[in-house]
T-cell receptor
Framework: NAGVTQTPKFRILKIGQSMTLQCTQD?????MYWYRQDPGMGLKLIYY???????DKGEVPNGYNVSRSTTEDFPLRLELAAPSQTSVYFC????????????FGSGTRLTVV | KQEVTQIPAALSVPEGENLVLNCSFT??????LQWFRQDPGKGLTSLLL?????REQTSGRLNASLDKSSGRSTLYIAASQPGDSATYLC????????????FGSGTQLTVLP
């Protein structure tokens, strides 16, 4: 089972560039999430989706956009990259059953220079 | 805003010791609480999920307890091994949402051979 797959694993961007972080899951989960983790800190929610065609903002959405055209895919778009977006990004998914746990991807380490 | 405190921030113990990691939260209105393990440069692995109606969960050498009235959860690791070295995170769904997790900043555990 692949679980949650993220690409790329590493990326260096120049200030002002844009990129898309890819996330796909094969567990037919309705709920998907994007988190960022800054060094020595916990994870903060960027965006989430409760199903295809439905997305909403999390705690730190500024500078990011998402889409959810299929159940499997939940890409995260960075527009006009800034040094403050240097972080590790994690995609996760969960069943819509009330007490179901999360499955995380292995992360994308992004550096903006 | 929910606050998630994990104490200690770092812990170093000799192999074979039993240890307790603490997670404190300020709101008792939670649906469940999940403990994760994060290895350096890796994603998050779910260790234990405690539903709000439960008081504890066990998996192998791990035991997690939940006391909503006091706003505390503990993760007990028995007979620690060097392979247990990692960062341990507690998390639970944010207020008003059954799906968005709020994370603590974690406890970095080192088990010395």
């Amino acid at each position: 089972n692949a679980g949650v797959t993220q690409t790329p694993k590493f990326r260096i961007l120049k200030i002002g560039q844009s990129m898309t972080l890819q996330c796909t899951q094969d567990m037919n989960h309705n709920y998907m999430y994007w988190y960022r983790q800054d060094p020595g800190m916990g994870l903060k929610l960027i965006y989430y989706s409760v199903g295809a065609g439905i997305t909403d903002k999390g705690e730190v959405p500024n500078g990011y956009n998402v889409s959810r055209s299929t159940t499997e895919d939940f890409p995260l778009r960075l527009e006009l990259a800034a040094p403050s977006q240097t972080s590790v990004y994690f995609c996760a998914s969960s069943s819509d059953r009330r007490n179901y746990g999360y499955t995380f991807g292995s992360g994308t380490r992004l550096t903006v220079v | 805003k929910q606050e998630v405190t994990q104490i200690p921030a770092a812990l170093s113990v000799p192999e074979g010791e039993n240890l307790v990691l603490n997670c404190s939260f300020t709101d008792s209105a939670i649906y469940n609480l999940q403990w994760f393990r994060q290895d350096p440069g890796k994603g998050l692995t779910s260790l234990l999920l405690i539903q709000s109606s439960q008081r504890e969960q066990t998996s192998g050498r791990l035991n997690a307890s939940l006391d909503k009235s006091s706003g505390r959860s503990t993760l007990y690791i028995a007979a620690s091994q060097p392979g247990d070295s990692a960062t341990y995170l507690c998390a639970w769904p944010r207020i008003g949402s059954a799906r968005q997790l709020t994370f603590g900043s974690g406890t970095q555990l080192t088990v010395l051979p």
